[in-house]
């Protein structure tokens, strides 16, 4: 009894896929302008928000190489703990970075030193956001590439 019902578990989640894949499709023959000019739209936005002062460029493009790096680095482990370690780090450092703890008396004197001028926290924000879409564009496609490859291996052995 255990056979069929795994067998019509099975079945229905395939049909159930079918269905996603056949309504994704819908969606995207549907909506297809309206979704690239939202994607054109914010690119244009990003671009306009990149700093124009070459520190807080250099600053942004560390950053951003920095939240791939977490990416990786952290699907290595193998397990979304680690992701919602990397997604509390990456954001929680850049804010750190640029606006320091005042509480505490840490000020960003470390931006000063390096002759960076101090981002808008409009932008600190932004770049937070980006960065944390970024991280997660790389870690959930390594994530379920390293699943994949288990599933495949266990059944294999």
């Given at each position: 009894m255990?056979q ?5 578990f ?6 159930g896929i079918?269905?996603?894949i056949v ?6 023959a549907?909506?297809w ?8 739209d ?17 600053a942004?493009l ?10 990786v680095?952290?699907?290595q ?8 370690i ?8 850049w804010v750190?970075?640029w606006?320091?703890?005042?509480p ?6 470390w931006?000063?030193n390096?002759g ?5 926290p409009?932008?600190v924000?932004?770049w937070a ?5 970024l ?11 390293e ?11």
């Amino acid at each position: 009894m255990t056979q069929a019902e795994a067998g019509a578990f099975k079945i229905l989640k395939g049909l159930g896929i079918a269905i996603v894949i056949v309504v994704s499709l819908v969606l995207i023959a549907v909506y297809w302008q309206p979704v690239l000019s939202t994607i054109v739209d914010l690119w244009n936005y990003l671009v306009d928000r990149i700093p124009s002062d070459g520190g807080q460029r250099t600053a942004v493009l560390v950053y951003m190489i920095a939240a791939v790096v977490m990416g990786v680095l952290f699907s290595q482990a193998g397990h979304f703990t680690a992701y919602g370690i990397a997604m509390g780090l990456v954001p929680l450092l850049w804010v750190l970075f640029w606006e320091g703890f005042p509480p505490l008396g840490l000020d960003p004197v470390w931006t000063s030193n390096m002759g960076v001028a101090h981002l808008r926290p409009s932008q600190v924000a932004l770049w937070a956001v980006v960065a944390a879409v970024l991280t997660t564009a790389v870690f959930v496609p390594l994530e379920m590439r390293e699943k994949w490859q288990r599933r495949r291996r266990s059944r294999r052995g």
